[in-house]
Every structure is written in C-alpha cells, then in structure tokens.
C-alpha cells in the first residue's frame, strides 16, 4: 500500500519543488514521444524509398547510370546505401536524415536565435537545385555483372605488333619500344587473366629515363592510342604530402577517372603516366621536412603496388563538397618518366671508381663524352639520385632513352605519320594548291640548330614555325605559285627559297634579317 501524503503538513517551498519535479517529467515525457515519432517518420521514408526503385519501376527511365551522392556528407550511395529523394534533385542518405530530426527532436538548434544572428541566411531549396555537376557524378556498378577487361584477351596485341605501330609514330628509341611493348603486352595478359588460378603475376610499372626531348611522353600517348584505354598524363612537380599546399598524391588517379568518364570500371584498367618523377627525389642536406620529395614517394607506394584508394571526383584535392569515390589500383599500370639531370654524372663516378686501380685502369674523362652513358643505369644509381629503395622496388622494369643526335632530328622531321614537314606540306597544298619540299641542306640545317638549343625534338617546331612566318604570309598573295623549295641557305639566313611559278623557277621570297 501506498503512503498517503498529507498537503496540509507540507509547506509551500516543498510543494513548489514538487510541482517543478512534476513538470520536468512531462517535458522528458513528451520529448521522448516526438523522437519516437521522428524515428518512425523516418522509417517509413526509408521504407518508401525502397519500393520506388524495385517494384514499382517509376525511376527506371530516369536513371541514368550515375550513382547519387548524399547532399551533406557526400557519400556515395554504394557507401552510404539507399538515398532519401527530397525536391530540386537533391538526395540524403538516412544516417544524415536521422541526425537531423535528433538535432531537431532533442532542441539543440534555437532557430530563433538562429533567424537573428549576424552572417546567417535561411536559403531556398531552389537553390540547390543540380547541386553536384555532371563532371562529379560517378557511373554506377553494374551488379550482378562480372567485371570484363577493357582488352579481349584474344585480341591483345603481340610485342612485335605493338612496336610496329610505335614504330610508325615514334623514330628511334629502339630499346625502350621494344621493352615497353613487353611490358603492356604482359599487363593486359595479366589482368585478362587474373581470376583463372591461383598464380598471381606481380604489376609491369615502368620508369623511362632519358633527356628532355627524346620522346617519353610521346611514347606513352602513342601507346594508349593504340590500345584504346583510359590515360591520364600528370606532373610530379605539384605533388605534396597530404595536409600541405599542393596536389594530393590521390589526385593522379582522380585524373584517369576523369579521362574514363567517371567510370570507375574502366578507370581501374588504364594507363598512369607520371612525368618529371625525378622531381620528388629525396632532398640532401635538408633540415625541414621534406614534403614534396621522399614523403611523396612514401605516399605513392601503395598506389603503385594496389589498394583501394578513396579519390575526389573531379576536383585534385579532398574538400568537404566533393564527392569522393573508391578506386582499385591494382590494375592500373603506372608508367614513370624523367630527365634525371644529374644522374649522369652519378653514372660516371661509380664506372671510374671501379675502373681506376692498376696500370690498366681508364682515364677520368674517358665518359666525358659517352651519349649512351644512361643506358648503364643501375638501381644503387637511382638510389644515389635521391630515389627510396621501396619506390623503385613497385618499378621492376626500368629502361632509358637515347638524346637526339642529328641523323635521328632528321627522320623525326620528315618519316613519322604526322611529321612536321608533313604537316605543312598538308596545309599549303590543302588551302593554297602549293607543293612545299625541303631539300637535304636545309632537313641538315634545322637539324644542326635544334642540337644547338639542346631540347631535342620540342626544339625543331620552333625553328620551323619561325622561318616559315614569311612564306605562309607571302604565298596567299600569288595564286600562280606552284611550288616552294627551302633551302640551307634560307635556314641559315643568307639567302631565300626558290619559287616555282607555274612554268619558270625564280627567287622571290628573301630572308628578312633583323
């Protein structure tokens, strides 16, 4: 039984507590009921959402096969699951949703003072209307599908075939064509067959060494052109540790998923070129933290190896408004070049030092002027240069490049498909019905100032561009011009190219010194 409670003999303090104690209670009650009700709300909104999508089949022809991103964490919808469609195309996830009526529910926001304080603006939903562009918008995987390679085993191209095509585009480099051949061959048997047994092959990255020049990234262009696979070309100089100013090292793979058009699957069996990689070498003799050189080789090794790595979606670095996305790695072929300036010289003390003992031992300058000093690379070299032991370790096969000597300007200049020569030959007979020919001296000439300027082959569209400002200015004035011969003695600047006028071959043209 239950004490019965006098009023008479409590006094008004006592009854005042009491009364407060009372109407706390209420108030715990009443609140626990409005976030059970919001509970349920939300429940029932997820249990709306999922029938749209399965049984009723209302949104089958307005997906466009683009995952949707939660509007306030930006989580994917493979990560954060299904999402809560609200108006102007904006989606939440349920976790985001149910943080919000819990925030509601316990009173946390006083939106009252919330109307009042200064630099705060209530928006309108309109205005988030397409708030994720196209260009972050991340294609959906395909369930249920296996995951098909980009190249038909059976069709992949042998080495041989693969270098015979380079071989159209690319003059000289024979070595290095022939090795890259291997390698791309072997990788894309690799991920062709990387679910048949047991065996795993080990990834075929490469690093190409070689001057300025001498075709680097043009070969890799030319290869992914050839297969027909994702490429993204990037640049080691703006590559920082995370948390400083600069790119992020994820930024290279956010780049091939833009090249694959966002779509993830075809973006985790493409091509990765990283050029200047001789720019994060270790830094010597240096007492502040080295954040865009050995940290960055660090942060790259599990990149090169293969891991799962969360990437922004259109954007080099990770914000709070951008949508983020996990890509694989694993098969992803990671292709590095670099001039390695200095390694030379590295080359050379380490074949002097072994050779310099006895009677029989080499003159110091007895490499001074070896051209195919690179080609005898080895990897205590590379470690020498300022490259860590595990980063060369993600890149077995390492081979160089040749520097242009004149013989070899001289083919760049008129044998590939799209040599320059070609080029404007292509254009003044195209537009202006005349034949352009370059004689034996003057291929020699150009050839001779390009060597000059010592930037290999990016120095000859230069030299090009700069003596055919007066012919391609001249030639539209006559229309019975019919054929322009360059000559040495034009390129060298003493003389003019010969002009043929339809029936009779006379100097027209002369060279504008100064």
Known sequence: MAEEINFNEIDGEELDAMKQEAA????????????????????????EVEPTKKDTGKNEGTDDGYEKFCFICRRPESVAGKMIELPNNISVCSDCMQKSFDAMSSGQIDYSRLMNMPGVQIFNMSDMEQAIPKQQKVKKKKEGEEKTPLIDIRKIPAPHKIKASLDEYVVGQEYAKKAMSVA??????????????????????????GPTGSGKTYLVKTLARILDVPLAITDATSLTE??????????????????????????????????????????????????????????????????????????????????????????????????FPDLEGIIKERLTKQASIGFGADLKDKYDHDKTI??????????????????????????????????????????????ILKQYQKLLLALDEVKLEFDDGALSAIAEKAIKKDTGARALRAIIEEFMLDIMYEIPKDD????VTITRAYIEGTGGPIISLRGQEVQQIEQKNG
Do not use: W
């Open 374 to 419: 690179l080609s005898k690379v080895t990897v205590e070299d590379l470690r020498n240069f300022g490259m860590i032991p595990e980063f060369l370790g993600r890149l077995p096969i390492i081979f160089t490049l040749q520097g242009m000597n004149e013989e070899m300007l001289i083919q760049i200049l008129k044998e590939p498909k799209n040599a």
């Open 24 to 47: 706390s209670h209420k108030l715990e009650k009443e609140e626990q009921k409005e976030a059970s009700k919001a509970k349920e709300e939300v429940e029932k909104a997820q249990g």
């Open 480 to 483: 019975n011009i019919g054929q």
């Open 184 to 209: 791309v061959y072997n990788h894309y048997k690799r991920v062709a067959t990387d679910s048949m047994d047991d065996i795993e092959i080990e990834k075929s990255n490469m690093l190409m060494i």
């Open 242 to 339: 995370a948390g400083y100013i600069g790119d992020d090292i994820e930024s290279v793979v956010s780049k091939l998923l833009a090249a694959a058009d966002n779509d993830v699957e075809k973006a985790e069996q493409g091509i990765i070129f990283i050029d200047e990689i001789d720019k994060i070498a270790k830094k010597k003799n240096s007492s502040q933290r080295d954040v865009s050189g050995e940290s960055v080789q660090q942060g790259m090794l599990k990149l090169l190896e293969g891991s799962d790595v969360e990437v922004p979606v259109g954007a080099n670095s990770k914000n709070a408004m951008v949508p983020l996305t996990t890509v694989n790695t694993k098969n992803i072929l990671f292709i590095c070049g670099g001039a």
